[in-house]
């Protein structure tokens, strides 16, 4: 398939930015079916604010205990009350 470079508009400036034939290419080998929405300055700062989550940045990790096995483990979430959580072994074990 041949790829033109394309404007878009961005969501969240306005400004319009240029998704050219190379990126097209690499969303299509990866599966994306969208457009990005982000002109590439948004973008590093979304990235940025979500933590830079996408590219090794650290998550935040919460201690709970596990539901199943009892023992002390951390999760990428909040753990709300009333909903159990598992450690990865026990959620494994309980997601097949």
């Known amino acids: 398939?041949?790829?033109?470079?394309?404007?878009?508009s961005c969501v969240d400036c306005g400004i319009d930015f240029t998704f050219s034939a190379?990126?097209?290419?690499?969303?299509?080998?990866?599966?994306f079916t969208n457009d990005p929405k982000r002109c590439p300055t948004c973008r590093a700062a979304k990235k940025q604010q979500m933590g830079g989550r996408e590219h090794g940045g650290q998550?935040?990790?919460?201690q709970t205990v596990c539901a199943a096995c009892g023992i002390d483990t951390?999760?990428?979430f909040e753990p709300r009350n009333g909903r159990p959580v598992y450690c990865s072994d026990c959620y494994t074990k309980n997601k097949d």
């Not at 190379?22 to 599966?31: D, H, I, L, N, S």
């Not at 998550?59 to 919460?62: A, C, E, K, T």
Request: glycine share 4%; net charge positive; no cysteine.
């Open 1 to 8: 398939m041949s790829y033109q470079d394309r404007t878009l």
């Open 22 to 31: 190379t990126e097209q290419e690499f969303y299509a080998k990866k599966g």
């Open 59 to 62: 998550r935040q990790m919460f």
């Open 74 to 76: 951390q999760v990428p």
